[in-house]
Nanobody, 124 residues
Framework: QVQLVESGGGLVQTGGSLRLSCAAS????????MGWFRQAAGKEREFVSD????????YYTNSVKGRFTISRDNAKNTVYLQMNSLKPEDTAVYYC?????????????????WGQGTQVTVSS
């Protein structure tokens, strides 16, 4: 089992920045990658970004490319999501997640463990 705890959400104005953190504990040796999904009210959970735990390869959904940056600190078993130039459409609950295998697409089915979520609200 892997436990994930997010922090760093909040309320920010359009154009502002937030940094999300997610600390993993438990069986962290099994982690292949960590990532972030988000779910806006009334919408399905969608992929935002992920990072391979060893090679450090990163991936982003098109809507956040150039604005969000994912990074990791292997020593601390922590992944970060730096979010800049935030827009109202970024408003959602952001979930940290981990997987122990490669993924073939950006669906939720590849991910094994989830954090409790942290609210990000961007006001216009």
């Amino acid at each position: 089992q892997v436990q994930l705890v997010e922090s760093g959400g909040g309320l920010v104005q359009t154009g502002g920045s937030l940094r999300l953190s997610c600390a993993a504990s438990g069986r962290t040796v099994s982690i292949y990658a960590m990532g972030w999904f988000r779910q806006a009210a009334g919408k399905e959970r969608e992929f935002v970004s992920d990072i391979d735990w060893t090679g450090g390869n990163t991936y982003y959904t098109n809507s956040v490319k150039g604005r969000f940056t994912i990074s990791r600190d292997n020593a601390k078993n922590t992944v970060y999501l730096q979010m800049n130039s935030l827009k109202p459409e970024d408003t959602a609950v952001y979930y940290c997640t981990s997987r122990d295998r490669p993924r073939l697409n950006f669906g939720v089915q590849w991910w094994s463990y989830w954090g409790q979520g942290t609210q990000v609200t961007v006001s216009s």
